[in-house]
């Protein structure tokens, strides 16, 4: 909290001065409002007129100056919010493959929705709000002070007394915020599976289940939230009985200096206002560490300033000869191998197939080339580098995947293939003929800005197969990694497109099928025919993803 605290530290100081300010000007109008009602209590409507205008002119200048306040504060929260949004990414950028997918996409969406909105009401409100309160409590006993030395000791005690009591329920608070964040993030994941699983839940009649669970859901995202509040609800009370008793006491004070005439008649109603203004600043500053501590779990999952710090990796040279797999083995479950002491070489341009059942591997090979699956024994080399000394982005610098399950963005097919970079028509037109989408544009009326909708829900599954072949062909990269890529595609589409990769002299090709006929087998380089391990040895593995597409 306190990092975007000092990033942020000019707007946010702006916003505190004239917090103090506000707070300030506030407390003065009660000073002059004694003043004013002075003049009635004495009959002098002289006196109480040249008060009352004063009065007037202090509240106009109020409004002014809390008006600037707020917009300048909302400013700053917005600031703040789109930082820790920021931060949320650039921590899910330094994720592994493996801790990536170890959560539902669901949980990173609430990290950057409820998750933000819930910093914002826990932290940054409360924050301003805390600045105020305290400045408000200041003021008021300087105010207070200028009436008695005596009303000065009376809210010092009151002070020392609603300050030390939160210190009894912060740690207790702060677990209740951070059960009640988990609770959500779990519950989101749960109704986001929910929903994508809404068609297959209605269609086998399954209406009464999908209802359950999402009361379910609802029912473990709002229990811990109910617990935290209900005894965020007994605390404040007991902190309210401490605030009524001062407030009872600095009240008697007030009246005992009035009678003796040590103090303004007036000073009866307004110095009840300032004492209130002290005893409710106080509660309510108690009421803000107890946010405070509530908040702490939100901010565990986020890491910041290391993008400045972190050194940009060198690219990666080219591929000039060959990648070797070398005595790989690999196991995403240790009682069920994947892979067991299994070699590969793919030399540069060369047009490699990798077949076999489910289960055998051929996924995975994949995942490994790409740097997704660190936890492998054996060598993996890229033209003689061991992989394990760069990073899985610099590896991917030189790699185009395509996976049977295509992703598309809910831009347009032009957004989709060039991915915001900038290419000629002719490197366009080439990558739409090399991926056969050409046919599929002509009957668009938008052609290549035709909406793909959410997850390419305007597409079929053909045809997001074909924009992610012009996507990967379009970016040059030397090595096309295909997992059933052309899958979806009629034997007519998916023989153009692969005869275009085929053809291609500059890239190497590494493609997974579950069936090669052997017509199409005698155009590769080699055919690897992968077998499914049998095997009961233990292999370690830290990943729990799980093979998809095997």
């Not at 109603?269 to 803000?288: Q, T």
């Not at 509530?294 to 901010?299: G, I, L, R, V």
């Not at 062909?473 to 034997?491: C, F, K, N, P």
Request: aromatic share 10%.
């Amino acid at each position: 909290m306190t990092y975007y605290l000092k990033k942020f530290w000019r707007i946010n100081s702006l916003a505190a001065f004239l917090q103090v300010i506000t707070y300030g000007i506030h407390v003065s109008l009660n000073l002059l409002m004694m003043q004013m009602f002075q003049g009635i209590i004495d009959r002098d409507i002289r006196y109480f007129l040249t008060w009352l205008g004063i009065t007037g002119l202090g509240w106009t200048l109020y409004f002014l100056v809390r008006s600037l306040q707020t917009k300048v504060q909302y400013q700053a929260v917005m600031a703040m919010n789109n930082q820790y949004r920021h931060d949320v990414a650039h921590s899910l950028l330094h994720k592994s493959y493996g801790e990536f997918h170890a959560q539902d996409n669901g949980t990173y969406l609430a990290w950057m929705t409820n998750y933000t909105n819930k910093v914002e009401s826990l932290a940054w409100e409360p924050f301003f709000q805390g600045v105020g309160l305290a400045s408000q409590v200041v003021w008021a006993i300087i105010a207070l002070a200028s009436l008695h030395w005596s009303l000065l000791v009376a809210s010092l005690f009151s002070f020392v007394i609603l300050m030390v009591l939160p210190k009894l329920f912060e740690k207790k608070l702060e677990e209740l915020g951070k059960k009640t964040a988990d609770a959500q993030a779990a519950a989101t994941g749960k109704l986001k599976d929910l929903l994508g699983g809404f068609d297959v839940l209605r269609f086998f009649g399954l209406s009464d289940r999908f209802l359950r669970q999402c009361d379910n859901a609802s029912r473990e995202m709002e229990q811990p939230a109910c617990h935290q509040k209900t005894i965020a609800s007994y605390v404040n009370s007991v902190m309210g009985f401490f605030i009524v008793a001062t407030q009872l006491l600095v009240n008697v004070f007030i009246g005992i200096l009035s009678i003796q005439g040590a103090i303004l008649q007036a000073a009866i109603m307004g110095g009840g206002n300032l004492c209130g203004a002290v005893s409710n600043g106080l509660s309510n500053l108690a009421e803000i560490r107890l946010s405070f501590a509530s908040a702490k779990p939100y901010f565990e999952n986020v890491t910041h300033g290391g993008e400045e710090k972190a050194a940009t990796a060198p690219q990666l040279e080219p591929l000039r000869e060959h990648i070797t797999l070398e005595h790989i083995s690999f196991s995403y479950d240790e009682r069920k191998p994947i892979l067991n002491d299994q070699s590969f070489c793919f030399q540069k341009g060369g047009k490699y197939a990798l077949t076999g059942p489910s289960g055998c591997g051929k996924s995975t090979i994949l995942k490994l080339l790409l740097g997704w699956l660190p936890e492998y024994k054996g060598i993996i080399r890229f033209d003689g580098l061991d992989v394990r000394e760069v990073t899985p982005q610099q590896l991917q610098s030189q790699m185009s995947y395509i996976e049977q399950n295509v992703f598309l963005f809910n831009t347009t097919i032009r957004d989709n293939i060039t991915l915001g970079g900038q290419f000629t028509d002719q490197q366009l037109e080439c990558a739409i003929k090399g991926s056969a989408l050409d046919g599929d544009l002509k009957n668009m009326p938008l052609g290549l800005d035709t909406p793909v909708g959410e997850e390419g829900s305007n597409l079929s599954g053909g045809q997001k197969q074909r924009v992610a072949i012009a996507r990967a062909l379009i970016h040059d990269r030397s090595i096309l990694l295909v997992d059933e890529g052309t899958s979806a595609l009629d034997q007519k589409n998916a023989d153009i497109v692969e005869q275009s990769l085929l053809n291609n002299p500059n890239l190497t090709l590494i493609l997974v099928s579950h069936h090669l006929t052997s017509k199409r087998k005698a155009q590769f380089t080699k055919v690897f025919e992968l077998e499914p391990v049998i095997s009961t040895a233990s292999y370690n593995s830290s990943t729990e993803s799980k093979e998809s597409g095997e």
